[in-house]
């Protein structure tokens, strides 16, 4: 059998912490005698087999990860994950966010928010040599572009011809290696179990990356499919789906323990470890603080336009929390950033590369032309990001939309395979839900009071850095004021009836002609959008290309540098399973040399924050049971009390929310949710003594189930006694 990029990069000695990597499930038999050491009790080569337990009980929503608890499709996430769903389902008069929620019975169970998805892997295979194939190897910029995502399209098409499975195509590695994953697209998804905010959210934006923490982070949706057990729209006639392999929760004394092996299995979305030095110090210096900057102003603004508009502000609370994420996120790793030599580090680790390359003639010409390649088409990439950052804020969403329709009704003239990814039959289903959901979060004041603050920003830029489509469809100029803009979106605005679902939804199947015929502005305005666009895309397109090449090459320098020195090298995080491993553990220091942090909180600390108000309101039925001491069997004999939340060191980012944490046996002992805020940096740099993800433990879970929301018939449902 051949051995891959990642195998080689594997099979050399393990220098890597055991406690750092996020490794892809075919990679842990090669890393079993650190798996063992570490103390996992289950055969690693078990870790490998995507359909067997554990691993095929483990999910991924697209964007945050769960688990089947239930051979009737019951599925545990983050509360945060679920967020959207329980917003989109509230109203004024019935707040299941402020007052949770919990379906007695199937019938009960509500819609998730509109485009909620379950996927269940169940095959990843190597696709490289289909992907990158000696023709392909020989094209470069748009044409090379292209090529792949044709290659793309048809191994994608083969897998999907089994209906009800979603296929994609993962980069690994910059692009040295390509992996198909086959997955099983569960698409009526309902909501079946949330806690109150009180609960699920309690500490809110204040202690969010923050340790000690007091979240019950936890939610539950339902699988749904046909009765003859396929993938399916939402219908009242659709069954639970029986998953083949579910999770069982620990029981009280199997649960976590300072100093126990952890391991959590869940979809990472990105880390950038294997970045350049010139990316390091762009994110850090314009990017992350653009980022930050805008974040603050978007929270500001929603504020402020919903604050005496109860259904206004449901509507915005699923982008706020999102936002209101990686705002803190964000300023955390620039304060991290900020009091680090990670800068210095990274040049010194880049340059010795270099020097290595360059120390040998066969290297160097291998390798040195695509090294000082990448470094120039990526400063190009990231000086086009700061030029369009305004103009990404400023577009009014359903001229967003307006947008997509119109690029759909294109792509859909031309044979499926032809079509741009994101434009094809598979995809149509996905935009029939987004698209008629959208109203539910959107009101247009909000809407038009962000556009004006980020068109202002965008249009004091410099003429030469205008967008003249964008400035010709909206009739606006460089230099006009606050007024003039205003005037000029109220236009916009008034002209349009996409704001209606019906009127939006009729959009998807009409034809380019029906498009230009529209007198809708927003129409209209995409329509002259459109033929710029297709020109910037395919400019984008060209230098990506060139990036892909090259970068691919340095990647391969990388790792070849890298194997000399004795290193393992792992694939950053790309959204695809990973399983990660560790202890549960506190800290001998905590943030800014503060005294030190205990692996675990209680129901003490619930109390001693609350406040009866905003984020640190905690329901009246949860202080009388800790105050009553109404633990039940779940009190940790150590603690003495029920433990709420654990740290451990597992490597672990974005995308993992919800993930499943498991004991040595495979047992679930809670659900990653968060990092430390002076830790999350390990996203770029990782730092084995710093580095602590957050779990919220299952026993606080179950016990607020059983003590406090009465959940009774899902506790009997996972099999809790």
Not at 256 to 263: I, L, Q, T
Request: glycine fraction near 8%.
């Amino acid at each position: 059998m051949k051995k891959t990029l990642l195998s080689l990069a594997i099979l050399t000695s393990f220098a890597a912490h055991a406690d750092e990597g996020m490794w892809m499930p075919q990679q842990l038999p090669q890393v079993a005698k650190q798996l063992k050491a570490a103390g996992l009790k289950l055969d690693p080569s078990t870790l490998t087999k995507l359909t067997e337990f554990p691993m095929g009980a483990i999910v991924s929503l697209g964007g945050c990860s769960a688990s089947f608890v239930s051979p009737q499709g019951l599925v545990v996430t983050n509360h945060h994950c679920v967020y959207n769903s329980i917003a989109v389902n509230s109203t004024p008069e019935r707040d299941l966010l402020a007052n949770g929620f919990l379906a007695k019975t199937l019938g009960e169970e509500l819609p998730a928010a509109p485009g909620s998805r379950v996927y269940v892997t169940e095959e990843v295979a190597n696709v490289t040599n289909q992907i990158i194939t000696p023709d392909v190897a020989k094209l470069n910029g748009k044409a090379r572009i292209d090529a792949i995502e044709k290659n793309q399209k048809k191994l994608v098409a083969e897998c999907e011809q089994t209906a009800g499975y979603r296929c994609t195509v993962a980069s690994f590695y910059g692009g040295l290696e390509f992996y198909r994953l086959k997955q099983l697209e569960i698409r009526d998804v309902r909501l079946v179990h949330a806690p109150p905010a009180g609960v699920g959210k309690f500490g809110g934006d204040t202690d969010n990356w923050m340790w000690p923490r007091h979240t019950g982070d936890y939610g539950f949706y339902r699988a749904y499919v046909s009765k003859d057990g396929k993938a399916a729209e939402f219908s009242k006639d659709n069954v639970p789906y029986k998953p083949k392999h579910v999770l069982k929760i620990a029981d009280p004394g199997a649960s976590a323990k300072e100093g126990d092996f952890v391991m959590v299995l869940g979809y990472p979305g990105r880390t950038n470890r294997h970045r350049l030095p010139s990316e390091v110090e762009s994110t850090f210096t314009w990017n992350y603080p653009a980022f930050v900057a805008a974040s603050g102003e978007t929270l500001a603004i929603i504020e402020r336009e919903t604050k005496n508009d109860p259904a206004a502000k449901l509507k915005y609370a699923g982008q706020v929390a999102g936002v209101n994420n990686y705002y803190k996120n964000r300023k955390g790793m620039l304060t991290s950033y900020a009091n680090s030599d990670f800068l210095q580090r990274k040049t010194a680790e880049h340059n010795a590369m270099k020097a290595w390359v360059n120390a040998n003639p066969a290297r160097k010409a291998q390798y040195a032309a695509d090294i000082e390649q990448a470094e120039k088409l990526i400063a190009e990439r990231d000086a086009s990001a700061k030029k369009g950052f305004y103009l990404g804020y400023a577009q009014p969403k359903f001229l967003s939309s307006a947008r997509s329709l119109y690029r759909l009704a294109n792509e859909r003239t031309k044979p499926d395979a032809e079509r741009k990814s994101g434009f094809q039959e598979r995809d149509l289903p996905r935009w029939n839900s987004v698209i008629a959901g959208q109203d539910r979060t959107y009101d247009e004041k909000v809407d038009k009071a962000l556009v004006l603050n980020f068109l202002s920003k965008y249009n004091a830029q410099p003429a030469n850095e205008h967008d003249a489509a964008f400035d010709a469809a909206l009739g606006i100029k460089p230099g006009m004021s606050d007024a003039e803009l205003k005037a000029a979106l109220d236009r916009i605005y008034a002209g349009s009836k996409l704001a209606s679902k019906e009127e939006r939804s009729a959009w998807l199947n009409k034809s380019p002609a029906e498009f230009k015929a529209s007198n809708d502005s927003f129409i209209k305005a995409a329509v002259a959008m459109y033929d710029a666009g297709l020109k910037e895309e395919a400019e984008e397109e060209e230098r990506a290309g060139k990036i892909q090449q090259a970068y691919g090459n340095y990647m391969r320098a990388k790792i070849a540098y890298m194997n000399s020195r004795g290193q393992a090298v792992y694939p950053d995080a790309n959204g695809t399973l990973r399983v990660t491993f560790g202890k549960v553990m506190g800290r001998n220091v905590g943030a800014d040399g503060t005294e030190g942090w205990t692996a675990f909180t209680t129901p003490k600390g619930i109390v001693a924050k609350h406040t009866g108000e905003g984020e640190f309101n905690a329901p009246a039925a949860q202080l009388a049971a800790i105050q009553a001491k109404d633990f039940g069997k779940y009190v940790d004999p150590k603690l003495k009390t029920v433990p709420v939340n654990y740290l451990a060191t597992l490597d672990i980012t974005g995308g993992n929310s919800g993930s499943a944490a498991l004991n040595s046996k495979g047992e679930l002992i809670g659900l990653a949710f968060d990092g430390t805020l002076d830790s999350i940096i390990s996203d770029w740099d990782f730092n084995k003594a710093m580095t602590r993800s957050i779990q919220v433990d299952s026993r606080y879970m179950l016990w607020n189930m059983k003590h406090v929301d009465k959940a009774d018939n899902l506790l009997k449902e996972m099999g809790v006694q």
